[in-house]
């Protein structure tokens, strides 16, 4: 998570990973940074144009002798202009053509002619990746020109190898380029902070199971700014993710709990961002249930309320916040669930206004708090929203301390 936008040039060589960059591109616009593409020309063969182009907002470069680009040479002009240079995926091709200064591509000139930060994701056939030469490469780029290597990893490989060569995880990508690492002097250092993601599934069968819409955005970029802010950081979520910090990955409302209650314990605090259903089949059935010409009928039970049962027994110095997502009295409901599960700081928001919430990359919500602090944020980034919250239970944390001292 950016504190500010950077220009970041997206060099993509002709590699099978290639189709991954529209979503690595896509999540870095939405993380509001300016990303200008370059491809290689073989590359064309992988990925499209317009589509870069569209995820982008931003024109895409391959040819550098286009006569529309001539006002100043563009490799100098794209050069100058990066905070960051990212090549990914990078074949042993380009890999070669870098460590050996061979510019017959816009962005190998561009990287000759950068003094920026420049990262490198390699992705390619195993034995490719081994090869003496690719080695002696990458041994070039890091110790020779500084460039930091988001190392491919092991993995079935789209060739028919499993071995090394696999792309990283655009995941693993962005917190490389981005940065994202844990600051211990930030309001959260020396905390441990426990953040739920995602939607709980109730299995009905094998294969069937209630759920809800919840996409997990929400918690993980809180995670993710709580990690950033300096706190150890447990994500207990439904959805798989590759991150720096611990990922526990369950899927039920009771797996859930089980997994809060052993870590709460030793936690400062409990984020409950996570969609947890109300309700789980009595039974699940161990066979599938076979299609029949008649109704059938579910019977359901009382999920536990892990946020009621955990603000009870919270210690003092802990803090609880939970979120409550309603379709209607938003405000009223939020104050009486805050009040009744006895926890410190609720987060509601309105599901039924149209494009934000549910699966959205934006959220407005209201921060009501138990010393009756009320506070709405309008429409914006969840990133944003969860750098708040994280402020706000930073602000709490430190005043449990101070208190605690007087
Ligand atoms: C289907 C296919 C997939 C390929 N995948 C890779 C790959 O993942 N990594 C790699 O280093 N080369 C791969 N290659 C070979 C490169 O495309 C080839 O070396 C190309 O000339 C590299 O061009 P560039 O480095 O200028 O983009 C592949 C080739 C084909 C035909």
């Known amino acids: 998570m950016p504190n500010q936008s950077k220009n970041i040039i997206l060099g993509i060589s002709a590699g099978i990973a290639a189709y991954k960059m529209y979503d690595l591109v896509s999540d870095l616009k939405k993380l509001g940074h300016n990303i200008n593409v370059v491809l290689t020309k073989d590359s064309i063969n992988f990925v499209n144009e317009l589509t870069l182009k569209v995820l982008s907002s931003n024109p895409v470069f391959c040819n550098m002798f286009a006569p529309e680009l001539q006002t100043k040479p563009i490799h100098i002009d794209l050069a ?5 240079i990212l090549v990914s995926p990078a074949t042993a091709d380009i890999i070669a053509k870098i460590a050996n200064g061979i ?19 390699p992705a ?12 002696k490469n990458i041994e070039t780029l890091v110790t020779k020109l500084g460039y930091k290597i988001i190392p491919p990893e092991q993995g079935d490989l789209a060739c028919g190898y499993t071995g090394v060569g696999h792309i990283a995880s655009n995941e693993k990508i962005l917190n490389a380029v981005l940065n994202i690492k844990k600051d ?68 039920s409302a009771q797996e859930m ?18 969609a947890v259903s109300d309700f789980r089949p009595i039974t699940a059935s161990k066979q599938k249930i076979k299609k029949k010409n008649e109704d059938i009928v579910i019977e359901l039970t009382r999920n ?41 700081i609720i987060v509601a928001n309105d599901i039924t206004v149209p494009d934000i ?17 009320r506070e709405v944020l309008q429409r914006q980034p969840k990133t944003q929203i969860a750098r708040h919250i994280c402020k706000k239970l930073a602000q709490m944390l430190n005043e449990v301390k101070e208190a605690k001292k007087v």
């Open 80 to 84: 100058d202009s990066a905070d960051l």
């Open 103 to 121: 510019c017959d591509e816009l962005i190998t000139n561009i990287l000759l002619a950068a003094k920026c930060p420049v990262y490198i994701a």
């Open 124 to 135: 390619m056939n195993t034995n490719m990746w081994e090869h003496f030469t690719t080695q």
């Open 184 to 251: 211990k002097t930030r309001g959260l250092g020396t905390k441990r902070v426990i953040v739920t993601a995602g939607g709980t599934r109730e299995a009905v069968d094998p294969v069937r199971f209630i759920g809800n819409r919840s996409s997990g955005k929400m918690g993980i970029a809180l995670a993710d700014i709580a990690y950033e802010m300096g706190a150890e950081v447990v994500l207990v979520s439904t959805v798989p993710c590759d991150k720096p910090y611990q990922v526990i990955e369950v899927e």
């Open 257 to 274: 709990q089980e997994v809060i209650e052993s870590e709460f314990d030793k936690s400062d605090a409990l984020i409950m961002a996570a």
């Open 304 to 344: 536990p309320d892990i946020l009621e049962i955990l603000g009870r027994t919270k210690r003092d110095k802990q803090v609880i916040i939970g979120f409550s997502a309603e379709s209607e009295d938003t405000e009223k409901n939020a104050w009486e669930k805050l009040q009744k599960k006895k926890i410190d």
């Open 357 to 373: 919430g549910f699966g959205s990359d934006e959220n407005a919500v209201m921060i009501l708090t138990k010393d009756k602090e």
